[in-house]
């Protein structure tokens, strides 16, 4: 099964098959009169058949994480799919400056279309601006530039379907436990992305009144800083019932800590899809029951995406001429039930 069977995109509310949308073909589709698709039929769309050749260039921050080093290799695999794709990847940084001058040489070569996912939106805008007056438009992945002036159109995840859908599936396990407690490792607060995760968390625990939130701590996305903040949350919490987690990379360690602490006695939800959480949900032998998705995936379609806008096509399934402008991928929750469909997107 292609990998962007796998996930959805929301377009306009309405949740539609990523597979459908970047990999139909209307070559079959009647004509009018005057040659063009009649009305109400789909514009002509992107496909797997070599077109139009499209040089991308494709910068994005440091791959110091696991979804970091995931991203870039889904990009890297997805352009090898197509003979008529060449990539031009830049190396990486988490440095603004940097990135900003990694950018300009990718303007300077006058690639077709750019990928950007900016080590920070804010500070990158400007550099998007630029691209895109420059005759080279933008595909703005995951964390957004601050004026949609910067790119085309913007792909990425849900942070408060992350945290929303979390609270959900937690709710639905406690929801017939009176005075029932769940405590949150967060990830780094500085960062826009948790604030959403957390507050789709709060939001979805609202629904859920036999349900109350009795701790957060804060980590950094790293494997120490998850057993270090996850051990504070232990010894300050003797008892719960739920763990939302909102990372897998920290949550290795959180659960290192809970290993040492010998605790039983809750269920963990984690975050973005790691390979190791999803081998630990399939396994079902320790506190993780579920991960919820923030597919790295998206790199892989932000190339289909690319490539469509350099050759001038729409997507599939749609019959607008143009890619849309925004795409939100849909945050599913992986279980035991389903975790064989989603094991080949988990991530190392």
Not at 257 to 285: E, H, N
């Amino acid at each position: 099964m292609p990998e962007t069977s796998r996930r959805h995109l929301l377009l306009g509310g309405a949740a539609v098959s990523a597979g459908a949308l970047l990999t139909a073909c209307t070559s079959n589709e009647p004509k009018a009169a005057n040659g063009t698709s009649p009305v109400g039929s789909a514009a002509p769309a992107a496909d797997d058949k070599p077109g139009t050749p499209v040089t991308i260039g494709f910068a994005g921050p440091q791959a110091d994480h696991g979804w970091l080093n995931a991203i870039n290799d889904n990009a890297e695999r997805r352009a090898k799919k197509y003979s008529d794709v060449t990539l031009e990847i830049t190396e990486g940084s988490n440095d603004t400056a940097t990135q900003i001058g990694q950018v300009q040489t990718l303007i300077n070569k006058k690639v077709d279309v750019l990928v950007i996912l900016p080590a920070d939106g804010k500070a990158l805008t400007q550099i998007g601006l630029q691209a895109m007056k420059a005759g080279i438009p933008v595909i703005n992945l995951d964390r957004i530039f601050a004026s949609p002036q910067a790119y085309r159109c913007w792909i990425g995840g849900d942070n408060y379907g992350m945290g929303l859908n979390a609270g959900n599936f937690i709710g639905e396990q406690l929801k017939d436990k009176p005075n029932a407690t769940v405590v949150e490792l967060a990830g780094m607060d500085s960062l826009e992305l948790t604030k959403q995760r957390t507050q789709g968390f709060d939001d979805a625990l609202k629904n859920y009144p036999n349900i109350r939130k009795v701790a957060r701590q804060a980590a950094d996305f790293t494997v120490e800083s998850g057993q270090a903040k996850m051990a504070q949350l232990l010894q300050a919490q003797p008892k719960f019932d739920a763990l939302w987690n909102h990372d897998d990379d920290q949550g290795v360690g959180a659960l290192r800590a809970v290993a040492q602490a010998g605790r039983k006695d809750f269920l963990m939800v984690g975050g973005a899809g790691a390979k190791s959480a999803m081998d630990a949900i399939k396994a079902d032998t320790g506190v993780l029951k579920a991960t919820v998705l923030y597919p790295p995936t998206m790199a892989a379609s932000a190339i289909d995406l690319a490539r469509a806008l350099g050759q001038k096509k729409g997507v599939g399934g749609m019959s607008e001429l143009e890619i849309p402008a925004s795409i939100t991928l849909y945050s599913a929750v992986v279980t035991k039930e389903n975790v064989d469909e989603y094991m080949p997107t988990g991530f190392s």
